[in-house]
């Protein structure tokens, strides 16, 4: 059984700044990638960031330049460093992740319970 567990979220001022974490436990042959994703109230949940195995990344036009995914593989962690928060960045976060359990089972994701990150003067 895999779960993801993150921390992080909270109330922040505009143009400030939080970093959410993602760890993943349990029985893990690989991580192929691991990502952010947010939700408000009445909307899809939208991508955010992501990041590959071979460490490429991806982010969405609204966050480039202000947001910064990355992970350490030794312990199997994704974080999402947010600068310059704004009002708009207000949302439940969610990790998820592509695992593989076993070599000869094909990967599925996994997501989080979520975050909430309010940002808010």
């Known amino acids: 059984q895999v779960q993801l567990v993150e921390s992080g979220g909270g109330l922040v001022q505009p143009g400030e700044s939080l970093r959410l974490s993602c760890a993943a436990s349990g029985i893990i042959f690989r991580i192929n990638a691991m990502g952010w994703y947010r939700q408000v109230p009445g909307k899809q949940r939208e991508l955010v960031a992501g990041?590959?195995?071979?460490?490429?990344?991806n982010y969405a036009d609204s966050v480039k330049g202000r947001f910064t995914i990355s992970r350490d593989i030794a312990k199997n962690t994704v974080y999402l460093q947010m600068n310059s928060l704004k009002p708009e960045d207000t949302a439940v976060y969610y990790c998820?992740?592509?695992?593989?359990?076993?070599?000869?089972?094909?990967?599925?994701?996994?997501w989080g319970q979520g975050t909430q990150v309010t940002v808010s003067s």
């Open positions: 998820n992740a592509t695992i593989t359990y076993r070599y000869d089972y094909p990967p599925r994701d996994y």
């Open positions: 990041i590959t195995g071979g460490s490429s990344t």
